[in-house]
């Protein structure tokens, strides 16, 4: 009876661990989580063990309420342009600040059409109009500009749908009703200070500087102080980013030889909690998650762009081996992505096997493979990280079934992840 009672104790033991790692995983993907969210009850149950974990190894706030939780991640690299909205540019920005200012004063519950008339009023701001920004909501592509908002808006959980359609509204025969979830709006803002608390004078005045003060955080002036701030640096970096390289940390040499001495007990610690793989190389770091839940762009994956992205990955990593530290030029991949498509072109969908169609497939291929920091494009090109060699592949074997490509293993590299 004894026996049978521990094991039980260990099962529940294993099973609590277990949902504790799932939660914090689900927090990391989802900062912003609504109680609709499937991992919302077990981050309620193990918030205390959370919030603490969240704030010694990171330096993140969690805050959770009844309704709502909010990792207050903030990022170690502002210069990461990869980051943000899907398919966000600077107008759509300012819409979508625009649209939290009226959704702040705004009733309980809201509809598409009055959102779009608060907005109407909001961008009608002199200093706007001053700096050429402007929206009518009279063409078609506006009124499809403010869905989109509300859509990143319901996919926030800041609104809730009631009734309506959003495509009605854009055609101007129907409208939307949302009830304004006033707590994931407040939570939405991850800054350690407000924009608004700068006098006019004193504002930031370019893209850079503002972030760094809105991120600005407090670090005692203290030996202590210095080696938590480097933790948390590094510790947010590879909680939020596929690999970090030392060369990456060179003109910060104290930080550089923390990250050198560290990194082994780091990725212990960070794997532990995550259930993230570490990888440790001569050039760097990286914490992978072989089940490919924790990232917005996974590889490899189904698709033509996977299947293209994959292959441009190969002829880079051959490319960087041939030519060790010279960059390829994008009109290389261009060309090496038109090579390509009387051999896989069949395999594509229809749009990828026009004329042209090259430019757009190599121009997507080089922007994910950049945002899983497996490439470096600059003015002079594209340059292979050492990473890049984890998706090298052998010599490719078609398969003629169902339409299934198959690919060779990859090639093990000693000196490279």
Not at 32 to 49: G, S, Y
Not at 370 to 382: E, I, K, P, S, T
Request: glycine fraction near 6%.
């Amino acid at each position: 009876m004894a026996r049978d009672a521990a094991e039980l104790r260990d099962v529940l033991a294993r099973h609590r661990e277990d949902e504790r790692r799932d939660a914090l995983r689900a927090l990391l993907m989802c900062p912003l989580m609504t109680a609709a969210h499937p991992a919302f009850h077990a981050v309620r149950r193990h918030e205390r063990e959370l919030r603490d974990w969240f704030s010694q190894a990171a330096g993140w706030i969690l805050h959770v309420e009844r309704d709502c939780a909010r990792l207050y991640k903030r990022p170690a690299d502002l210069a990461d342009a990869s980051r943000g909205a899907a398919e966000f540019d600077r107008r759509r920005y300012i819409l979508f600040c625009l649209a939290c200012a009226a959704l702040e004063r705004a009733e309980p519950q809201i509809t598409l059409r009055t959102l779009g008339e608060k907005l109407l009023a909001l961008s009608a701001d002199p200093e706007l109009d001053a700096r050429g920004f402007t929206f009518t909501l009279d063409s078609h592509h506006e009124r499809r500009e403010l869905v989109a908002i509300c859509r990143y808006l319901l996919s926030l959980g800041v609104l809730l749908r009631v009734a309506g359609d959003e495509d009605a509204f854009v055609s101007k025969v129907g409208d939307a009703l949302y009830d304004v979830r006033r707590r994931a709006l407040a939570g939405l803002l991850a800054a350690a200070r407000g924009p608004s608390t700068w006098a006019p004078e004193q504002a930031p005045a370019t893209l850079g500087e503002r972030l760094a003060a809105l991120t600005e955080e407090f670090t005692p002036d203290s030996e202590e102080g210095r080696r938590t701030a480097m933790r948390h640096y590094l510790a947010r970096r590879l909680l939020d980013d596929p690999v970090v390289y030392l060369d990456e940390l060179d003109d910060r040499p104290a930080l550089r030889a923390y990250f050198q001495n560290q990194r082994g007990a780091l990725a212990a610690r960070l794997g532990e909690a995550t259930g993230l793989v570490a990888e440790q190389r001569a050039e760097g770091l990286a914490l992978v998650d072989e089940s490919a839940e924790l990232t917005d762009v996974a590889m490899p994956a189904a698709g033509t762009a996977s299947h293209v992205t994959l292959l441009v990955a190969e002829f880079l990593a051959d490319a960087g081996r041939a030519r060790p530290g010279a960059p390829i030029t994008e009109a290389e991949v261009r060309e090496a992505v038109r090579g390509m498509i009387p051999e896989y072109g069949r395999y594509w969908a229809k749009a990828a096997r026009e004329p042209g169609a090259e430019t757009e497939l190599a121009d997507n291929a080089l922007a994910r493979l950049a945002m899983l920091r497996l490439v470096r494009r600059d003015a002079n090109g594209v340059c292979p990280l050492p990473a890049l060699a984890r998706f090298a592949l052998g010599d490719a074997e078609l398969v003629a079934r169902k339409r299934t490509v198959t690919k060779g293993a990859e090639r093990a590299q000693d000196a490279l992840f």
